[in-house]
């Protein structure tokens, strides 16, 4: 008998009733996802009908791709607050998935139709302010990158919002290593604030000093791999050329959230800090 008289049910009925393999089953119990309502001395969980719906979340969530660590943060939010999660999460997922097709385009026309022509980058230098920043540091590869940057990005937001610090929709990620399709490297995204915040969880704050830096302004149609190496290609040149002494990794600084601009509108600075 897998329901007992208090409607509880083994993990292998919860798992039928649900969809969920044993092993996923596990998975959650052991992320703090979906702990069973019970264990019993002899090891056996069981569960109850009141975790079902919290289960079918989960499940359509992981169907969605989201991972285990931002559904974690959406279930124990009021359902009016998980709704703007699961948009800017999503939001998320759609820039990477434009990105990806972009660069489908981009290598298809080159296939068909022989090398586009190079877009050119002219460079500039700005002096930038010191300014707060609140950081989150992870490690990926050219495929997690978007949707690492996004969930970076959200959390660092959702922090910075509940200690009542103020954030504009600049924000940038720097990039501790070269980020390819093969290659994981340590990518930390920074987002400015204004007000008080003290570190959270994985969340760190500095102050990020005054200093110059060279940069080429990029078109959010034109922000995809590979395209956008030709930025990079212009501002490593330009640095060369001019002598210019680097301070610090190359980063993208974001002028504004992917869903609020078109496609023409310039998006990113891909930047060089240096000294002259």
Not at 51 to 57: F, I, P, S, V
Not at 239 to 252: F, M, Q, S
Request: negative net charge; proline residues 7%; aromatic residues 8%.
């Amino acid at each position: 008998m897998t329901v007992r008289g208090d409607g509880s049910m083994t993990i292998g009925e919860f798992g039928r009733r649900t969809g969920l393999s044993i092993k996923a089953l596990r998975l959650y119990e052991a992320s703090g996802l979906l702990p069973p309502a019970e264990v019993e001395p002899s090891g056996y969980r069981r569960y109850t009908s009141v975790q079902l719906d919290r289960a079918g979340r989960i499940s359509l969530l992981r169907r969605l791709g989201m991972p285990l660590a931002v559904i974690g943060d959406m279930l124990g939010l009021p359902d009016a607050e998980a709704v703007t999660r699961l948009d800017r999460w999503w939001s998320t997922e759609e820039a990477a998935i434009a990105a990806r097709r972009d660069g489908y385009r981009w290598l298809r026309t080159r296939l068909a139709h022989g090398d586009e022509p190079d877009i050119s980058y002219p460079v500039h230098t700005v002096l930038q302010p010191a300014r707060k920043v609140a950081t989150l540091r992870f490690e990926t590869d050219q495929q997690g990158l978007v949707p690492g940057m996004g969930a970076a990005e959200w959390e660092i937001r959702r922090r910075l919002e509940e200690q009542g610090a103020a954030t504009t929709g600049e924000h940038w990620a720097i990039y501790h290593g070269q980020v390819t399709p093969d290659c994981e490297a340590p990518v930390e995204v920074c987002v400015p604030f204004t007000g008080t915040a003290e570190p959270a969880g994985r969340l760190t704050i500095r102050m990020e000093p005054e200093h110059l830096v060279a940069f080429a302004e990029v078109t959010r149609d034109d922000c995809f791999y590979p395209r956008i190496l030709q930025a990079y290609e212009a501002v490593e040149t330009h640095v060369r050329t001019a002598g210019l002494i680097r301070t610090a990794p190359p980063r993208e600084i974001y002028l504004d959230n992917w869903d609020r601009l078109t496609g023409a509108d310039p998006f990113t600075h891909v930047a060089q800090p240096f000294e002259g």
